[in-house]
Nanobody, 114 residues
Framework: QVYLVESGGGSVQPGGSLRLSCAAR????????MAWYRQAPGKERELVAR???????TYLDSVKDRFTISRDNVRRILYLQMDNLDPDDTATYYC????????WGKGTLVTVSG
């Protein structure tokens, strides 16, 4: 069984920063493609950033140059550094992987408001 546990969410003012973490268990993290998704109230879940096992990284256009996805393959932790946060970034952020099937964490809430 794969377990994904997110942490690091919270409330921040516009322009602020947060770093999300996702601790992963039950999979070979080094070769897993890992991703962050988010879902704002009343909106569909969307892909924010993905880190593939080949080292390729992709971002949602609206977060490019503000968010950075990274991973610690020894500690099996996925990170999302979020800088210059905007109220439109307010959402629940989910860690995701596909390991024989799709797995999701329970999410961590990020609220950006002034």
């Amino acid at each position: 069984q794969v377990y994904l546990v997110e942490s690091g969410g919270g409330s921040v003012q516009p322009g602020g920063s947060l770093r999300l973490s996702c601790a992963a268990r039950g999979l070979n993290f080094k070769i897993a493609t890992m991703a962050w998704y988010r879902q704002a109230p009343g909106k569909e879940r969307e892909l924010v950033a993905r880190s593939s096992n080949s080292g390729e990284v992709t971002y949602l256009d609206s977060v490019k140059d503000r968010f950075t996805i990274s991973r610690d393959n020894v500690r099996r932790i996925l990170y999302l550094q979020m800088d210059n946060l905007d109220p439109d970034d307010t959402a629940t952020y989910y860690c995701n992987t596909v390991w024989r099937r799709e797995f999701w964490g329970k999410g961590t809430l990020v609220t950006v408001s002034g």
